[in-house]
C-alpha cells in the first residue's frame, strides 16, 4: 500500500517555478520541497496579498488527481485516478477506500504510439446515507459506467451501471467514456458529464435504484456548440448547473443552467479570462462560484487559476482571478464543513506522482 504524505513546505515553492515558466522541469519545481512524516500538523501555508487567501498543501505523491467529495463529517473523498483508487482523508491522513479500479490512457498518439493521461475512478460523491458512487472511467468508451458502494472495498465489491453505447452513426462515436463531474439532484438521481462524441456532448443519468444509466440532455442537440462538459452542481430544487471546458487551450468555457424537469437550457454564461473550466462548486452562504481552470494541454501541465464567478443577468459573467493563487494543473474543487475550498492539481507533470490536494482558505460569501 502507498504511503500518502504531506508536505512540510509551503506551496509558494511549486507556485513561483510555474509563475517564472519552470513548469517542465520537475526536478527545478521539486528543489527545497521536503514531504514530512504524517502528523498532525502538515502542512505550511502562503498568503496571497490581494485575496487574503491561504494556501496549503495537504498531500502529495498522487497520479492524475481527480475529483474530490467533502462530507458532512468532514471526511473527503479524493479520486487518484492514475492509480486506479478513491482516498479518503480524514484527520489529516489520507488512506485508501476502495481500489482495484481498471485504468486506461487517455490519449494514445496514433503515430508515436506515445501515451498520456491514465484516468480510473475520476468522479466519486458521497449519498445522503453515506454510501458512495464512483466513476468507474478506466475502460473503454461505452464500458465505462458508475458504481454504487456501501463503504470501504474494492471495484467488483459494488453494484455497477451499464454502459452508454454509441448515440449516433458516427465512426467516431464508441459511446460515452470518462463520465465525469458526477452530483445528485434535487429529484435523487445521479447526473454525470458525458465524455463521448463531441457530437453530442450528453449529461448522462443514473438511477440508483435500478442501476441504469442512460443520456439525458445534449448540448448539441440544444444548439450548444461548447463540448466537453466537466462538472456539475445541483443548483437548486429544479436546476443543475454545468460547466464545459470547450476547446484546449481556447477562451470558450461555458457555465449552462439546466432544467432537471424540461431538460432543456435556461440560461448560460460564458466565461472570459477563464480558459479551461474543469471544477466548480459554489460558495456557502452565497450564489457566486469558484471555478478552477486548468489551462490545459496535451504535452504539459501549465499554470492554472483559481476564478470568483458571479452569474448576473442576460447571459453575463463577472469573473475575478485571484491572481496571487497559482496552481499547477487544477483539476477539481470542492468546499468543505469549514468553508474551506479543497482542489485536486496535476501538479507540475502528469502520469507522475506529482499530484497534490490542497486547502484554500479565506473565500468569503
Known amino acids: 500500500m502507498r504511503t500518502y504524505t504531506s508536505l512540510a513546505l509551503a506551496i509558494f515553492v511549486t507556485a513561483f517555478m510555474f509563475a517564472c515558466g519552470k513548469s517542465d522541469s520537475s526536478s527545478e519545481a521539486s528543489k527545497g520541497s521536503a514531504t514530512s512524516k504524517p502528523s498532525g500538523k502538515n502542512e505550511s501555508s502562503e498568503e496571497s496579498a490581494d485575496a487574503k487567501l491561504v494556501v496549503k498543501v495537504l498531500l502529495d505523491g498522487l497520479q492524475n488527481p481527480s475529483s474530490l467529495a467533502c462530507g458532512d463529517d468532514g471526511r473527503m473523498l479524493v479520486c487518484d485516478a492514475g492509480h486506479g483508487k478513491v482516498l479518503l482523508y480524514e484527520n489529516g491522513a489520507a488512506k485508501d477506500f476502495l481500489t482495484g479500479f481498471d485504468t486506461e490512457y487517455w490519449k ?169 473550466p474543469m471544477g466548480m462548486a459554489r460558495i456557502p452562504g452565497s450564489d457566486d462560484l469558484v471555478v478552477v481552470d486548468n489551462n490545459w494541454a496535451l504535452t504539459k501541465v501549465n499554470v492554472g487559476k483559481l476564478a470568483r464567478i458571479s452569474l448576473g443577468d442576460g447571459g453575463k459573467a463577472t469573473v475575478k482571478i485571484y491572481e496571487d493563487v497559482k496552481l499547477a494543473g487544477p483539476v477539481s474543487c470542492a468546499f468543505g464543513p469549514n468553508d474551506v475550498l479543497y482542489v485536486t492539481q496535476l501538479g507540475t507533470h502528469f502520469d507522475q506522482e506529482k499530484g497534490q490536494l490542497l486547502s484554500i482558505s479565506g473565500i468569503r460569501p
Open 108 to 276: 494514445v498518439d496514433a503515430k508515436t504510439g506515445a501515451k498520456r493521461f491514465l484516468l480510473g475512478p475520476i468522479s466519486a460523491i458521497w449519498l445522503p446515507d453515506g454510501s458512495i458512487v464512483v466513476s468507474d472511467a478506466g475502460k473503454k468508451d461505452g464500458a465505462d459506467r458508475l458504481i454504487f458502494f456501501k463503504g470501504a472495498g474494492t471495484a467488483d465489491s459494488g453494484m455497477p451501471t451499464n454502459g452508454v453505447p454509441p448515440t449516433t452513426k458516427l465512426e467516431v462515436d464508441k459511446g460515452e467514456g470518462n463520465p465525469a463531474g458526477l452530483v445528485r439532484g434535487a429529484d435523487g438521481k445521479i447526473y454525470a458529464c458525458g465524455q463521448g462524441a463531441d457530437a453530442k456532448s450528453w449529461i448522462l443519468v443514473a438511477d440508483p435504484e435500478t442501476k441504469k444509466l442512460s443520456p439525458w440532455a445534449s448540448a448539441d442537440d440544444n444548439d450548444i456548440a461548447i463540448n466537453s462538459p466537466m462538472q456539475l452542481i445541483a443548483w437548486d430544487e429544479s436546476s443543475l448547473l454545468c460547466v464545459y471546458s470547450g476547446t484546449g487551450g481556447k477562451e470558450d468555457g461555458l457555465i449552462v443552467k439546466w432544467s432537471l424537469e424540461t431538460r432543456k437550457p435556461v440560461a448560460q454564461w460564458n466565461l472570459p479570462g477563464i480558459v479551461d
